[in-house]
């Protein structure tokens, strides 16, 4: 039988001030170490495709109640 192990959530997500998320692709790097560092295309491609996911969840809502969603809206009636 497996043993279910607990994890300390610190050691799973360490807090660290020491350590700042890269803007581009989301990798911890150390302080002061952001010009030497180097994004790896794949991490950063999907680290931006959910970031643009993200973006796209909230924005919707917006949209939809907007004037020029209810404008487009019209048209596709009037065109049936």
Partial sequence: MAHCRRWRSDAVFPQS?????????GAGVPK??????????ETMLTYQARLGAFTLDSEIP???????????????????
Avoid: V
Avoid at 17 to 25: A, K, N, R, V
């Fill in 62 to 80: 917006d949209y939809l109640t907007s004037k020029e969603a209810k404008f487009f809206e019209f048209l596709c009636e009037r065109e049936r």
């Fill in 32 to 41: 002061g170490q952001h010009s030497k560092h180097t994004c790896d295309r």
């Fill in 17 to 25: 001030p020491q350590i700042t998320l890269c803007e581009s692709c």
